[in-house]
Each structure stands twice: as C-alpha cells, then as structure tokens.
C-alpha cells in the first residue's frame, strides 16, 4: 500500500478521524503529525522527520518499535488461530500468558482476568470488588476512593475513579457517590515536608473510609508512582500505611499498574519495586509493548478463593484475552527477561524515592536517576 | 523513578510561583511543545496539574538517547524563559 502525501492524509484525518482528547478544529487536527513508522527509540512522520518517541508511545513501547520477533509471534499466531473467547473455552496463549504473570506478580495474585486496555481494568477491578464484598456478606461496599489529579480511565465507571475534574464535568453525574478523592503524594507542594507530614495523604484515605462509613467502601485505587500531575512518587511508608489502613477496614488495595508495570519503574510490577502488597493489580499498555492491545486484572487468592466463589463472575469481553495479543505479550516479556537481570527480582531499590525539589536540583537528580535507570533497564 | 519522570515548570525554583491557566497554556501549547517537536521530540507538555514535561521512553533507551532527550529540552527550555519574557528562573538549564 503506498502512503497518501502527507497534505492529503492531514486532510483526511480532520475530516474523518476523531482525535482522542481533541478539538475538531483545523488547529487540532488540520496539521496533525502523522506517524508513519518505527524503529527502536525513534518513529518517523510521513514527511521522512525523524522523533526521539520521549513518551514510549504513550506509556506503552518498553521494549521499543519495529522489532521484528514480536511481529513474527503475532503472525505465527494469527496464521495458528487469530481468535477465540476466554469465554467457555481457553486458548494456548492464554493460559500460559496468564500462568507465566502469576509467576511474575507479586505475593499471591496468581490469577488473571484479561480484558483489551486499562480503563477496562480499572472497570473489572471495581466489578470484581463489589461482588468480592456480596460474597463476603457485605453487599453495601460499593463505593471507591482515589487521588486528586488521578487518571484511572475514562470509560463511566473508571471515570468516576479518575480524579481530574476538568474531563468529569460534561458527562456528569458519575456513579452517584461512590468515587471518593482524597489528596496526592505532591510533596514538592507540601509545605511540612517531615516523614510523619508527608504521611498524611495516606491518613487521608482512612479519614475518607470513616467519613464514608467503613460498611460502604469498596477499595483503594492508586498507581505506584501517579501519573497525572507530574509523577507523583509516593514518601516513604505511604503504601505500608495504607496496606494496615485498607485491612483496618476490610476495604481492597489496588494497585493501578497500567503504567508501572512491566519495568517502567524498574522492576516487572510497580507494587514489587516499591515492597507492597495489593490485593488486586491492573496492567495494560507496556504488557504488549502495544504491538496489539491487551490488559488484564492480576487477583490474589484471597478474593478467587472466597468460598461463595462458584457463583460466576458473570462479566466479559470479547476480544480480552485476544490470542494474538497474548502471543506477543508472550515474546514481549521474553525480551524483557533477557534483558533484565534476574527476573522478577527488584534491580535497585533506593532506600528513598526522589525528592521533587526545585527544578533545577531536579534537573541534575533526574540525570542521576537516568544513569541509575539506565544500568538497570531491559 | 525507573523510567518515568516529570519536570514541574514554575516561575521561581525558591518561591515556586506557579503560572497561571493563560501562562501555562501559552508556556507549553504556544511554546514548548512546537519546539520541542521541531527538534524532533516526543513527549507530554500537560497541565493537568501544574505544567509538566513528563518524560517515559522506551526501556531500551540508553545514555545516547538521554543526551539528545536532554539536549532538546534544553533548548524548548532557554526558548521558553525568553518566551515568557525571562520571568522564570524556574527553568535553568
């Protein structure tokens, strides 16, 4: 297929194509950079411009562009059986996509329900919480708590969860009630920057469990490291709190992951990285690198095993599980266990994360952070 | 951490005066994205929060690679500071 001038495919595509979070203004989309291809760090413009991708796509290219080994697994697997449900039937790649992460993840999230991205993660996570509390006798834990700024998704149920106002308003009400905010870890805004102040975001989260009623409150979702408002690190003793916080309450623990899995942080899972243990992980984009869309729910024995459990899960997606999504997801990780040194095994952990301090002292903390990062990357 | 950083724009790195919505738009839609994608950068200048260049690349970076991320930022930087009519001495280089 030979490409259209690039004149003519911007044309197009303020015509026919709708941006995601975008205007349809001819400045939104009229000079769109179109990106033809990729190759490693870099992808190229159909006007031949080469970019640095600095955003890993968007969050998603670990192992980088163009590698031709995952675009052979796809093929082999498209050629062997393109599709089949995760519903009634298993497939090959599934199973041992899903064994090979309970293997992975940490503590006893040894099962995995797939679904096609993160805000169908996020959107499965909250599902399987609430029908984790009706098993368990308490049908009225319905409601979640996150953090201002937080970007969970923005499907209805994962846009409730989502902390940024600015993109709720038009398409309110949300979920009546059950999306509860409590403050970020922003400690370059804090001004008492002492171990125990920088605490209070996570005593934050119990007030909010009280102030809601311990009897109404579902689960706690958080990233590792939050993405939006500019990499929120999380002080020392945040999740250790929140861990004794959430088991206080009989409330769940997940751990947002979409972003900070699969080495973003240096490590196969963000929660590993940082030595905490959620009861439920949710991953997506970095899991295939994004050469085809998959996401799932990491969920720890604990809930699978409720003993009610042999009532269904009855929610599902068709293509979640998708077996070549799962076949690259497969050769994906592959990459990134020859990659990185002891799989599964944390390759640094500094005894504090960063501090954000002025921009300058950050600008030569994050040249430390990359000559660390680098040593330990895939 | 890892690889995902953000770099917070303020006006001030002592006072860490903050921009307003009109500065903050101009400083990264007017400014600091054009220029970063003519040197040929790709990352996220957003203002979600305050204005940020958030920064993810892929995990096969390496020091080669970090050195042009470094160098084009700044020179969006040194660009802005003049943009913005040198109010900030937040954005050293």
């Given at each position: 297929?030979?490409?259209?001038?690039?004149?003519?495919?911007?044309?197009?595509?303020?015509?026919?194509?709708?941006?995601?979070?975008?205007?349809?203004?001819?400045?939104?989309?009229?000079?769109?950079?179109?990106?033809?291809?990729?190759?490693?760090?870099?992808?190229?413009?159909?006007?031949?411009?080469?970019?640095?991708?600095?955003?890993?796509?968007?969050?998603?290219?670990?192992?980088?562009?163009?590698?031709?080994?995952?675009?052979?697994?796809?093929?082999?697997?498209?050629?062997?059986?393109?599709?089949?449900?995760?519903?009634?039937?298993?497939?090959?790649?599934?199973?041992?996509?899903?064994?090979?992460?309970?293997?992975?993840?940490?503590?006893?999230?040894?099962?995995?329900?797939?679904?096609?991205?993160?805000?169908?993660?996020?959107?499965?996570?909250?599902?399987?919480?609430?029908?984790?509390?009706?098993?368990?006798?308490?049908?009225?834990?319905?409601?979640?708590?996150?953090?201002?700024?937080?970007?969970?998704?923005?499907?209805?149920?994962?846009?409730?969860?989502?902390?940024?106002?600015?993109?709720?308003?038009?398409?309110?009400?949300?979920?009546?009630?059950?999306?509860?905010?409590?403050?970020?870890?922003?400690?370059?805004?804090?001004?008492?920057?002492?171990?125990?102040?920088?605490?209070?975001?996570?005593?934050?989260?119990?007030?909010?469990?009280?102030?809601?009623?311990?009897?109404?409150?579902?689960?706690?979702?958080?990233?590792?490291?939050?993405?939006?408002?500019?990499?929120?690190?999380?002080?020392?003793?945040?999740?250790?709190?929140?861990?004794?916080?959430?088991?206080?309450?009989?409330?769940?623990?997940?751990?947002?992951?979409?972003?900070?899995?699969?080495?973003?942080?240096?490590?196969?899972?963000?929660?590993?990285?940082?030595?905490?243990?959620?009861?439920?992980?949710?991953?997506?984009?970095?899991?295939?690198?994004?050469?085809?869309?998959?996401?799932?729910?990491?969920?720890?024995?604990?809930?699978?095993?409720?003993?009610?459990?042999?009532?269904?899960?009855?929610?599902?997606?068709?293509?979640?599980?998708?077996?070549?999504?799962?076949?690259?997801?497969?050769?994906?990780?592959?990459?990134?266990?020859?990659?990185?040194?002891?799989?599964?095994?944390?390759?640094?952990?500094?005894?504090?994360?960063?501090?954000?301090?002025?921009?300058?002292?950050?600008s030569s903390g994050m040249s430390a952070g990359w000559a660390t990062s680098t040593a330990s990357s895939w | 951490m890892g690889y995902f950083y953000g770099i917070e724009l303020v006006k001030d790195p002592v006072t860490k005066a903050t921009f307003d919505e009109a500065e903050a738009d101009h400083l990264l839609r007017g400014?600091?994205?054009?220029?970063?994608?003519?040197?040929?950068?790709?990352?996220?200048?957003?203002?979600?929060?305050?204005?940020?260049?958030?920064?993810?690349?892929?995990?096969?970076?390496?020091?080669?690679?970090?050195?042009?991320?470094?160098?084009?930022?700044?020179?969006?930087?040194?660009?802005?500071?003049?943009?913005?009519?040198?109010?900030?001495?937040?954005?050293?280089?």
């Open positions: 297929m030979t490409t259209a001038p690039t004149s003519d495919l911007q044309a197009l595509a303020s015509a026919h194509l709708w941006g995601h979070f975008s205007k349809l203004t001819p400045e939104d989309v009229g000079g769109t950079t179109v990106i033809e291809r990729g190759d490693g760090c870099y992808v190229w413009d159909t006007t031949g411009k080469r970019y640095l991708d600095g955003l890993a796509g968007l969050f998603v290219s670990q192992v980088g562009h163009g590698r031709r080994e995952l675009a052979q697994a796809m093929a082999a697997q498209a050629e062997k059986l393109a599709y089949f449900p995760v519903w009634t039937y298993a497939h090959p790649t599934a199973v041992e996509l899903a064994t090979r992460l309970a293997a992975m993840a940490p503590g006893d999230l040894n099962r995995v329900f797939f679904t096609t991205g993160g805000g169908e993660a996020v959107e499965t996570a909250w599902k399987l919480a609430r029908q984790f509390h009706v098993l368990n006798g308490e049908p009225g834990r319905y409601k979640v708590i996150s953090r201002n700024l937080a970007y969970h998704g923005t499907t209805l149920g994962a846009l409730t969860i989502t902390g940024l106002e600015a993109i709720k308003t038009t398409f309110g009400p949300m979920i009546t009630d059950a999306g509860i905010k409590v403050p970020n870890t922003n400690s370059y805004r804090a001004t008492d920057t002492s171990p125990e102040a920088l605490l209070l975001p996570a005593d934050a989260i119990e007030d909010a469990i009280v102030a809601a009623g311990p009897e109404t409150v579902a689960a706690v979702f958080l990233e590792p490291v939050q993405n939006s408002g500019g990499c929120f690190t999380p002080p020392e003793g945040y999740f250790a709190r929140v861990r004794e916080i959430c088991d206080r309450y009989g409330v769940l623990l997940v751990s947002d992951e979409v972003i900070c899995a699969f080495g973003r942080l240096g490590d196969w899972f963000g929660a590993s990285r940082l030595g905490y243990q959620p009861d439920m992980i949710t991953m997506a984009k970095g899991l295939t690198s994004g050469y085809s869309p998959l996401g799932g729910v990491m969920i720890s024995d604990r809930i699978a095993d409720v003993p009610a459990h042999d009532e269904a899960f009855l929610h599902g997606i068709t293509f979640g599980g998708h077996p070549v999504s799962c076949a690259v997801a497969l050769a994906n990780l592959d990459h990134g266990a020859r990659r990185s040194p002891g799989r599964g095994e944390p390759t640094s952990r500094p005894s504090a994360p960063p501090s954000r301090t002025s921009e300058t002292s950050r | 400014v600091l994205t054009p220029k970063l994608i003519e040197n040929g950068l790709l990352c996220r200048a957003d203002d979600r929060g305050e204005p940020v260049i958030q920064l993810s690349p892929p995990l096969i970076a390496g020091p080669d690679e970090f050195a042009e991320i470094a160098r084009i930022i700044r020179i969006a930087l040194l660009e802005a500071m003049e943009a913005m009519g040198a109010m900030g001495a937040g954005a050293q280089p």
